[in-house]
């Protein structure tokens, strides 16, 4: 980077702090409680976070062994926690920490001992995505598991109701369930799950998301949250829990970026035979397959049945240099790749897959003089929503000198922002990620540009998110 970017960066800082992206924080954690000798399922939900797959790690203080770490993306992960038997009962505080990063939620859990006084643990089982037949009221013993409630009674003879309620962060009260526990006796632990209630409810406040799961199959992307009270016969709470599942609904959030053009076009030439392959996703365990595309061969069905070229799994990042000790690309031959990735869906896990792009090395591969790399300026940015970001194509020649170029822009997602010809980037209304692409002779290279609220639209939204939860009228 410039001095003068690195000038300037200070200024802003300096000057507007109140723009600033916000600091990592945990937004969600659940379950709330446990008892010693139990092993936990744990949900974390962050904001800013950068979560990553064999990099963060959780501590939630002496007594509790947490025994796995998946991370789902960089903002969302679950756990596998053991509680010893020997645990102190008391209010813990969660540290997750990443690299340099360290985020913590204080008195998130509590080690509870049973008898004191009514409990209740909610667990969910995390998933990305929720189908709209995950909560048919009229046959709920065929829905999938979603969370697990467990109901300690304290010293004393009770009559208890469990309410569930459902909600989402933009459209508010979905639905609630009720179970009923009569005579429950003193000391007793009762554990359901979300298809064993007594009476199902699909709140008629909610028709807008229900209207938009009926047109896709699937609930709308966002924040779910799940909330468990407990009453008395005489209607007092007397124990709650609540949690989140964060939902991304991410069926086809692998955007192949390059080589290559899709199937419907003309395979894009590229000079190269060690090509640097890019993709766009917020996925974050992918597969790469490399193909030859044999004479007559034009569908992807086809092409991906034959042996691959090359493969590789368990990708994390989002690009790949062909290595040199993989089988030699040949000029004049015609290659196609894909990048598959797994996703964790309330059906059981499913394969997405990216789109086929094809590509064909060129005659002159490998002698002369052409672009060797590309790569864009800066790397990564925040921008707010409505607002510009120029960025800037850099071309370098087979001995590392650049050259100029001339580049083709684009966005992923298109709804994201737009681009115009000279790298001026034009965020989006909504918040959330884009790849900045620039496209020059057969090469491909882009920025991610985050898109977060302006300061007044973060405001409202802050204050209609708080409505929301601290408005929610339950029925009781």
């Known amino acids: 980077m410039s001095h003068f970017y690195h000038s ?41 976070t950068n979560f990553q797959q064999g990099q963060t790690v959780l501590d939630l203080g002496p007594g509790i062994s947490v025994l796995d770490v998946q991370v789902h993306h960089a ?9 010893d038997e020997s645990a102190t009962a008391g209010v813990r505080d969660l540290t997750v920490t990443t690299g340099n990063e360290v985020v913590s939620l204080p008195q998130a859990f509590e080690i509870i001992e049973p008898g004191g006084s009514v409990n209740v643990i909610l667990t969910i089982i995390p998933v990305q995505t929720l189908y709209l037949s995950d909560f048919d009221p009229n046959d709920p013993a065929n829905n999938p598991l979603l969370f697990t409630i467990t ?41 359901f799950d979300n298809r064993q209630f007594d009476e199902y409810d699909l709140d008629p406040a909610s028709p807008e998301l229900l209207n938009i799961a009926a047109s896709t199959g699937v609930m709308p992307a ?56 890019q993709w766009f996703s917020t996925l974050n365990n992918f597969h790469f397959a490399l ?12 092409i991906t049945a034959n042996l691959p070229v090359y493969e590789e799994s368990g990708l994390s990042a989002t690009f790949l240099q062909y ?60 921008v707010r929503t409505g607002r510009g970001y120029q960025f800037e194509a850099i071309g370098y020649d087979q001995n590392g000198q650049p050259v100029t170029v001339n580049c083709n ?5 298109s709804t994201a922002g737009t681009v115009n ?34 300061v007044t639209d973060q405001f409202f939204d802050v204050e209609k998110l708080f409505d929301k939860v601290f408005g929610l009228q339950q029925k009781n």
């Open 8 to 48: 300037s960066l200070l200024a802003f800082i300096l000057i507007f702090p109140l723009f600033l992206k916000a600091q990592p924080e945990i937004i969600s954690f659940a379950p709330s409680a446990g008892v010693p000798g139990e092993t936990i399922n744990l949900a974390v939900a962050g904001a800013g």
């Open 75 to 83: 903002q969302y992960l679950t756990a596998l926690a053991q509680i």
């Open 151 to 191: 109901l300690y009674n304290d010293n004393q003879q009770r009559n208890l109701r469990v309410q569930y309620a459902l909600s989402n962060d933009e459209f508010g009260l979905i639905g609630t369930a009720d179970k009923f526990f009569n005579n429950l006796p003193p000391l007793a632990v009762e554990t």
């Open 222 to 277: 966002g924040t779910y949250t799940y909330t468990v009270t407990v009453y008395d016969e005489n209607g007092n709470v007397v124990a709650q829990d609540e949690g989140v599942n964060v939902i991304t609904n991410e069926n086809t959030v692998i955007d192949l970026i390059g080589p290559g053009t899709p199937l419907d076009q003309n395979p894009e030439v590229t000079p190269i035979t060690t090509p640097f392959f």
């Open 291 to 302: 193909y030859e595309v044999n004479e007559g061969q034009q569908s992807a069905n086809d």
């Open 323 to 382: 290595p040199i000790s993989a089988e030699m690309l040949e000029a004049g031959r015609t290659y196609a790749w894909q990048i598959t990735a797994p996703l964790e869906g309330s059906q059981g896990t499913q394969t997405v897959y990216s789109p086929v792009y094809w590509f064909e090395v060129g005659d002159g591969a490998g002698t002369g003089y052409h672009l060797s790399s590309l790569e864009v300026s800066p790397e990564v940015v925040n």
């Open 409 to 413: 822009w684009s966005v992923i997602p």
């Open 421 to 454: 010809s000279s790298g001026l980037f034009t965020a989006g209304s909504h918040p959330g990620a884009a790849a900045v692409v620039a496209s020059c002779g057969g090469l491909q290279a882009y920025a991610t540009a985050t898109i977060t609220w302006g």
